[in-house]
């Protein structure tokens, strides 16, 4: 069925991985630049072709300078489910919005795009041709014109069962490309200081995306670790700093994670990465401090808070803790001032966290953090809650047949008041998370049978 003519519509050519974050992405970027995320279709599922109505041409080129789910941007001038439908559809898209493009002092080119299925060079002419009928008046430049157009065909997602006629054909004019080249140019592979740890730079950039992070605002993370995160915040302007009980991690001290290198070099730490990226003026600076004892005055600070906190597997969970609250059978030693350090379950971690964005973000900021879950036993019920923040997505990544982390965005909608009355709210909601306390040991329950199993059919 062809689209009638309409105002500000566009279609959205997604890029074909971390499909659930995709959509969240769009909706907190549109929401930033003052657009309202008004959809053309009922659902998008795993489609790459997204038909969107945003208000101007200007929020759609911004989208682009920050989306890494979406790989380009059309001016959508047409669109059926055959060539004919198509046809229609761009005769009855107005006149005068195609002519500012099509003058005979302009340049322009065609392309072909095809989703799982590739043309030969004669079936692409042949397509080019089919479209005379539009009222093209300038010339053909292949190398650099004034104005890109695209056909392109949707032929569905199955890749062992191709249909001869595409499911979906558009037309419209190429408008930007988003920012996918990030993820290869702030690559891990390629950064100066890495944990066991750090975060892949995709879903750095789409968490930051989600935290709506934008130029001047104040960025926090209390689980720093190597910093990519924060790297992440300062590529679109924000002022970042953070925090980790792990000394060494803060200092770039220690054991390298990097193959092949024994110790940590004297300038490999969070400051050098940034640096690496022309970034260090937007380096604040790094604490040694515990998440479960925040250092910092009561008041708002952050416009956003973004951090993955440790699950346990590669990383412990810890916080320190006193004299008094070494565990019964362990000696003491009354003349050591060090802190004591004691395991963090993770639900009273998450506990903690909540409490501490919804007492220091801004009204209005964003809590973006991951949730590591034993799917098995997973609930929406257990993702944790606080009365003064709002939940606006949740996203699963797969760890393992068995286990996955959510990509758990908030927003702080109420100012935060009374910390005893919240803790006394929040226990009994955070008692379904406490049997993920145990989170390592669900992980490895998987690792072990996996094993056992592989052990038991090669002796068979």
Same mark, same amino acid.
């Given at each position: ?5 309409? !105002? ?10 971390? %499909? /659930? @974050?995709?959509?969240? *992405?769009? +909706?907190?970027? &549109? ?87 590739? !043309? ?10 089919? %479209? /005379? @009928?539009?009222?093209? *008046?300038? +010339?053909?430049? &292949? ?318």
């Amino acid at each position: 069925m062809a689209l009638p003519g309409s !105002l500000n519509r566009y279609l959205l050519l997604m890029a074909q991985e971390h %499909l /659930e @974050f995709r959509l969240p *992405e769009i +909706k907190s970027l &549109l929401s930033l630049f003052g657009g309202q995320f008004i959809n053309s279709q009922e659902t998008y599922g795993k489609s790459p072709f997204w038909i969107l109505n945003i208000p101007s041409e200007d929020i759609a080129r911004n989208l682009m300078k920050r989306t890494v789910c979406a790989k380009s941007i059309f001016e959508l001038w047409g669109h059926g489910k055959s060539p004919e439908e198509l046809y229609t559809s761009l005769k009855s898209y107005p006149v005068e919005k195609m002519v500012p493009f099509l003058h005979s002092d302009s340049t322009y080119k065609i392309k072909i795009h095809t989703f799982n299925k590739t !043309l030969t060079q004669e079936e692409k002419v042949k397509r080019i041709d089919a %479209l /005379e @009928f539009l009222p093209f *008046e300038g +010339k053909v430049n &292949l190398k650099k014109p004034q104005h890109v157009f695209s056909i392109l065909e949707d032929y569905g997602l199955d890749p062992n069962c191709i249909p001869e006629n595409p499911h979906n054909i558009y037309f419209g004019r190429w408008i930007a490309d988003g920012q996918r080249e990030l993820i290869e140019s702030y690559s891990v592979k390629k950064r100066h200081f890495i944990g066991n740890t750090s975060m892949d730079a995709g879903l750095s950039f789409i968490m930051t995306n989600h935290a709506k992070v934008k130029e001047n605002d104040l960025v926090f993370d209390p689980f720093v670790g190597t910093g990519g995160l924060l790297i992440a915040s300062a590529h679109f302007g924000a002022y970042v700093c953070g925090t980790d009980i792990d000394y060494n991690t803060v200092h770039g001290l220690g054991k390298a994670s990097r193959k092949n290198q024994k110790w940590r070099g004297p300038d490999e730490n969070i400051k050098a990465n940034l640096r690496q990226y022309g970034l260090e003026k937007f380096y604040l600076d790094v604490l040694v401090s515990d998440a479960a004892k925040p250092s910092w005055r009561k008041g708002a600070y952050f416009d956003a808070i973004i951090t993955d906190p440790p699950y346990g597997i590669r990383e412990s969970t810890r916080r320190s803790g006193s004299q008094k609250e070494i565990p019964k059978g362990i000696e003491k030693c009354p003349e050591s001032h060090v802190p004591v350090s004691l395991s963090y379950h993770l639900s009273d971690m998450f506990f903690d966290l909540l409490n501490f964005a919804a007492e220091t973000l801004v009204l209005g900021g964003r809590l973006v953090y991951w949730l590591p879950v034993y799917t098995p036993e997973y609930t929406e019920e257990m993702v944790p809650w606080h009365p003064c923040l709002r939940l606006v997505s949740n996203c699963e990544q797969k760890l393992s047949s068995h286990t996955a982390r959510r990509l758990i965005t908030m927003e702080k909608v109420k100012e935060f008041e009374n910390r005893d009355e919240y803790s006394h709210l929040l226990s009994d909601h955070f008692l379904p998370y406490q049997g993920h306390n145990s989170f390592r040991e669900k992980y490895f329950s998987g690792v072990t049978k996996r094993i056992a199993k592989e052990e038991k059919c090669s002796h068979e």
